[in-house]
């Protein structure tokens, strides 16, 4: 099935306003009471003055709450987004429209038209109503759920349950999508789930570019020869799919240990969980809990080919300080480049 993108974007203010502060009228010489007071100031403009700066402050805020928030550059890939431990989790892929989980909705995944369930814990799927009828709200096309198969019918259940109770269409297409089948985004890029192991079904996605290759018998033709083949109908190249980005969500790290989930470790940047970083939570209480702890991802490094891994999820008990502690001493057992994703934690001094 193949889904055409249209480029839709919310309309942000082009422009920052100076920030003036408001400045009351000159003062007058005689004497007025208050009712001739307020109607000196209907009459000179002052009060729609002061709606507009409102309006301006407001507009400012959210144009500025564009510009602070963390975006990550990534093996030329824009990331964004939070992931706290049974919070919330939400990353943002915008070179793909795409979002993985939806966590509580925040603003900025409402503008990605694919988005892709792991699996149905509230932290990261609390936010799908709000989703969709944000994009509904804004006049953007209904979006493309991916969901693992198991929990489509319960996902189109929680969307009729807000149409009824809410009166409001909720437009979506709602795919089931399983291990091991593909799905077609565009013309150069697919999507493949893989297995993953958490205390509930569960699913990763790895993302492919394609490009077409030459086949070696060819590799010795000219154009004009090549051509007259690709008339006569002859298949003169092949399908190369390349893993771009593996998102596993929620998993302990045996994921890594399936031969068929290779791609997920060879993809330019794995995002994936590491719930617990020290010796306060032991492997044994990670796994119980269907998460990972940041010791196993070192003892399996070995498998982890990717060129950067994000890491994600980590529980709200640890402090900037902590991940960042953490995150260094998974990069001196690694050669791809170790980044971990803070925005929602806070620094212990702070």
């Given at each position: 099935?193949?889904?055409?993108?249209?480029?839709?974007?919310?309309?942000?203010?082009?422009?920052?306003?100076?920030?003036?502060?408001?400045l009351p009228p000159k003062p007058l010489h005689h004497q007025v009471s208050t009712q001739s007071h307020i109607n000196v100031?209907?009459?000179?403009?002052?009060?729609?003055?002061?709606?507009?700066?409102?309006?301006?402050?407001?507009?400012?805020?959210?144009?500025?709450?564009?510009?602070?928030?963390?975006?990550?550059?990534?093996?030329?890939?824009?990331?964004?987004?939070?992931?706290?431990?049974?919070?919330?989790?939400?990353?943002?892929?915008?070179?793909?429209?795409?979002?993985?989980?939806?966590?509580?909705?925040?603003?900025?995944?409402?503008?990605?038209?694919?988005?892709?369930?792991?699996?149905?814990?509230?932290?990261?799927?609390?936010?799908?109503?709000?989703?969709?009828?944000?994009?509904?709200?804004?006049?953007?096309?209904?979006?493309?759920?991916?969901?693992?198969?198991?929990?489509?019918?319960?996902?189109?259940?929680?969307?009729?349950?807000?149409?009824?109770?809410?009166?409001?269409?909720?437009?979506?297409?709602?795919?089931?999508?399983?291990?091991?089948?593909?799905?077609?985004?565009?013309?150069?890029?697919?999507?493949?789930?893989?297995?993953?192991?958490?205390?509930?079904?569960?699913?990763?996605?790895?993302?492919?570019?394609?490009?077409?290759?030459?086949?070696?018998?060819?590799?010795?033709?000219?154009?004009?020869?090549?051509?007259?083949?690709?008339?006569?109908?002859?298949?003169?190249?092949?399908?190369?799919?390349?893993?771009?980005?593996?998102?596993?969500?929620?998993?302990?790290?045996?994921?890594?240990?399936?031969?068929?989930?290779?791609?997920?470790?060879?993809?330019?940047?794995?995002?994936?969980?590491?719930?617990?970083?020290?010796?306060?939570?032991?492997?044994?209480?990670?796994?119980?809990?269907?998460?990972?702890?940041?010791?196993?991802?070192?003892?399996?490094?070995?498998?982890?080919?990717?060129?950067?891994?994000?890491?994600?999820?980590?529980?709200?008990?640890?402090?900037?300080?902590?991940?960042?502690?953490?995150?260094?001493?998974?990069?001196?057992?690694?050669?791809?480049?170790?980044?971990?994703?803070?925005?929602?934690?806070?620094?212990?001094?702070?």
């Amino acid at each position: 099935m193949h889904i055409s993108l249209s480029n839709l974007a919310f309309k942000t203010p082009q422009h920052f306003p100076l920030h003036h502060p408001i400045l009351p009228p000159k003062p007058l010489h005689h004497q007025v009471s208050t009712q001739s007071h307020i109607n000196v100031l209907k009459g000179s403009g002052y009060l729609s003055e002061i709606s507009k700066k409102i309006d301006h402050e407001e507009q400012y805020r959210i144009a500025r709450s564009q510009v602070n928030r963390k975006v990550l550059e990534l093996e030329g890939y824009s990331i964004e987004g939070i992931s706290v431990g049974g919070q919330e989790t939400c990353i943002i892929i915008p070179e793909f429209k795409s979002t993985f989980d939806i966590g509580r909705c925040p603003s900025r995944a409402i503008n990605q038209n694919f988005l892709f369930i792991t699996h149905a814990h509230l932290d990261h799927i609390g936010g799908l109503p709000m989703y969709v009828a944000s994009r509904g709200l804004f006049n953007l096309k209904p979006p493309t759920i991916f969901v693992p198969p198991c929990i489509k019918e319960d996902v189109e259940k929680l969307l009729d349950i807000h149409r009824t109770m809410g009166q409001v269409e909720l437009n979506a297409e709602v795919v089931a999508l399983d291990v091991g089948e593909t799905y077609e985004i565009r013309n150069n890029l697919v999507v493949r789930p893989f297995r993953t192991q958490h205390v509930i079904p569960s699913q990763g996605y790895v993302f492919y570019s394609i490009r077409k290759k030459l086949r070696k018998q060819y590799a010795h033709l000219n154009g004009k020869q090549i051509e007259k083949l690709k008339k006569a109908g002859a298949e003169i190249t092949d399908t190369i799919l390349s893993p771009e980005v593996a998102f596993t969500g929620d998993t302990t790290p045996d994921f890594m240990l399936e031969p068929c989930n290779s791609d997920a470790l060879r993809a330019k940047i794995l995002i994936t969980e590491a719930t617990f970083l020290d010796d306060s939570f032991s492997i044994d209480h990670a796994r119980q809990h269907g998460h990972t702890h940041l010791f196993e991802i070192i003892a399996n490094a070995q498998w982890i080919r990717n060129k950067a891994v994000l890491l994600t999820h980590f529980s709200p008990r640890y402090s900037l300080e902590d991940i960042r502690q953490a995150a260094s001493k998974l990069q001196s057992r690694l050669s791809a480049k170790v980044v971990p994703l803070t925005e929602g934690f806070k620094s212990m001094y702070t």
